[in-house]
């Protein structure tokens, strides 16, 4: 409890993206993973500091002071502005960090005895299970909910717009991301990796990549009834599949402009279990405070201004902190274009806009 009190949370913007890469331009000023010089930076520039005061930044960086950050543990968690987390996302992350981290101060005793693995199913021996914490870690976002624009006025049964189910095993999500690590460890030694190669980078490494032992595992007498405990398998990596994490907007705010538009794998999982839709209709709303009232009036304000988004999006493609792919240019052209092509009005279909000419309809 005395770990879970102390964890303080800190909110910042910034364009500098200081977890996942993405392929973004970096600016050599930055530290990814450093907050001593992250704060020491904007400290130096407090004209730039839009939100917040230099005053709380200064007490924050006397706090992690290089004498009491090595009591710390650092969690860098990845959220663009259109996406969302579930409520009690950071609250899990929190705990788990405890988990692994500060085992001494987690409510349940690691088993100092586990069965060893075989591949037949002969009698297991038990073996010594030696667990050292690691020096950092990855977490990721398992269960998300894309959200797609719609058109209000020509389709009207989906003013609020639509949404599909993502769910991935061996791909991280951007939204949801996080990096722990000890306060004495240096910084530059944790991997920066773009969030699609996270896991096939740190899952062939196992534990010895951030120098953990062991695994974190439990006896299932101490477990309540309804209690689940996330599988860990000794790597750098932990996948978070307890409830749905996050909600992407698809959208064309989208800096890498991939997945603006379902793919067929989504279509098809609603096809089979259409019943998900309401489910992910409950969810938003219940776990990640989403009311139907604000989901309106952000499909209608898209639908309004869809191509000066897009338009602006396409202005800061290559600039510091953003994504500089030829693709996102390509596709946020598309929509530039569009906006001095058009006759009547536009649609959007599952994220896809359609000029509307005559009744005639061109993708």
Same mark, same amino acid.
């Given at each position: 409890?005395?770990?879970?009190?102390?964890?303080?949370?800190?909110?910042?913007?910034?364009? @500098?993206?200081?977890?996942?890469?993405?392929?973004?331009?970096?600016?050599?000023?930055?530290?990814?993973?450093?907050?001593?010089?992250?704060?020491?930076?904007?400290?130096?520039?407090?004209?730039?500091?839009?939100?917040?005061?230099?005053?709380?930044?200064?007490?924050?960086?006397?706090?992690?002071?290089?004498?009491?950050?090595?009591?710390?543990?650092?969690?860098?968690?990845?959220?663009?502005?259109?996406?969302?987390?579930?409520?009690?996302?950071?609250?899990?992350?929190?705990?788990?960090?405890?988990?692994?981290?500060?085992?001494?101060?987690?409510?349940? @005793?690691?088993?100092?005895?586990?069965?060893?693995?075989? @591949?037949?199913?002969?009698?297991?021996?038990?073996?010594?299970?030696?667990?050292?914490?690691?020096?950092?870690?990855?977490?990721?976002?398992?269960?998300?909910?894309?959200?797609?624009?719609?058109?209000?006025?020509?389709?009207?049964?989906?003013?609020?717009?639509?949404?599909?189910?993502?769910?991935?095993?061996?791909?991280?999500?951007?939204?949801?991301?996080?990096?722990?690590?000890?306060?004495?460890?240096?910084?530059?030694?944790?991997?920066?990796? @773009?969030?699609?190669?996270?896991?096939?980078?740190?899952?062939?490494?196992?534990?010895?990549?951030?120098?953990?032992?062991?695994?974190?595992?439990?006896?299932?007498?101490?477990?309540?009834?309804?209690?689940?405990?996330?599988?860990?398998?000794?790597?750098?990596?932990?996948?978070?599949?307890?409830?749905?994490?996050?909600?992407?907007?698809?959208?064309?705010?989208?800096?890498?402009?991939?997945?603006?538009?379902?793919?067929?794998?989504?279509?098809?999982?609603?096809?089979?279990?259409? +019943?998900?839709?309401?489910?992910?209709?409950?969810?938003?709303?219940?776990?990640?405070?989403?009311?139907?009232?604000?989901?309106?009036?952000?499909?209608?304000?898209?639908?309004?201004?869809?191509?000066?988004?897009?338009?602006?999006?396409?202005?800061?493609?290559?600039?510091?902190?953003?994504?500089? +792919?030829?693709?996102?240019?390509?596709?946020?052209?598309?929509?530039?274009?569009?906006?001095?092509?058009?006759?009547?009005?536009?649609?959007?279909?599952?994220?896809?806009?359609?000029?509307?000419?005559?009744?005639?309809?061109?993708?």
């Amino acid at each position: 409890e005395q770990g879970k009190n102390q964890a303080l949370t800190y909110v910042i913007g910034s364009n @500098d993206n200081y977890i996942v890469s993405n392929t973004t331009i970096l600016s050599p000023t930055v530290r990814p993973f450093d907050i001593r010089h992250m704060l020491s930076g904007a400290l130096s520039h407090p004209q730039s500091i839009f939100a917040g005061k230099a005053g709380s930044m200064k007490l924050l960086l006397e706090d992690i002071s290089p004498q009491r950050i090595g009591k710390d543990v650092i969690l860098w968690t990845r959220l663009d502005a259109d996406d969302g987390l579930n409520v009690g996302y950071m609250e899990y992350i929190q705990n788990q960090a405890i988990r692994y981290f500060l085992p001494e101060m987690y409510d349940k @005793d690691i088993m100092e005895e586990i069965p060893e693995e075989r @591949d037949d199913e002969t009698e297991q021996n038990l073996i010594s299970n030696v667990y050292t914490p690691p020096q950092w870690t990855y977490w990721c976002a398992g269960k998300n909910i894309d959200w797609f624009l719609t058109d209000p006025i020509h389709d009207p049964q989906h003013k609020n717009g639509t949404v599909y189910p993502v769910i991935h095993a061996n791909v991280c999500v951007t939204p949801g991301v996080t990096v722990a690590l000890r306060g004495t460890f240096d910084p530059f030694q944790v991997p920066r990796l @773009d969030h699609d190669k996270i896991i096939s980078y740190l899952k062939p490494k196992g534990g010895a990549l951030c120098a953990r032992t062991g695994i974190s595992v439990f006896d299932e007498e101490d477990l309540d009834d309804d209690e689940t405990i996330e599988k860990d398998d000794g790597t750098c990596f932990h996948m978070v599949t307890i409830e749905v994490a996050s909600v992407r907007s698809r959208t064309p705010t989208s800096a890498g402009m991939m997945g603006v538009m379902p793919d067929l794998t989504q279509i098809q999982s609603l096809r089979k279990y259409p +019943k998900l839709t309401d489910i992910m209709w409950h969810i938003m709303e219940k776990k990640f405070g989403l009311s139907n009232e604000h989901l309106l009036e952000t499909n209608s304000y898209f639908a309004k201004h869809i191509y000066d988004i897009a338009e602006e999006n396409a202005r800061g493609q290559c600039t510091a902190g953003h994504s500089c +792919k030829s693709s996102s240019k390509d596709l946020l052209q598309q929509y530039v274009d569009l906006k001095g092509e058009m006759g009547d009005g536009f649609d959007i279909v599952d994220g896809r806009i359609l000029t509307v000419d005559s009744n005639n309809y061109t993708k």
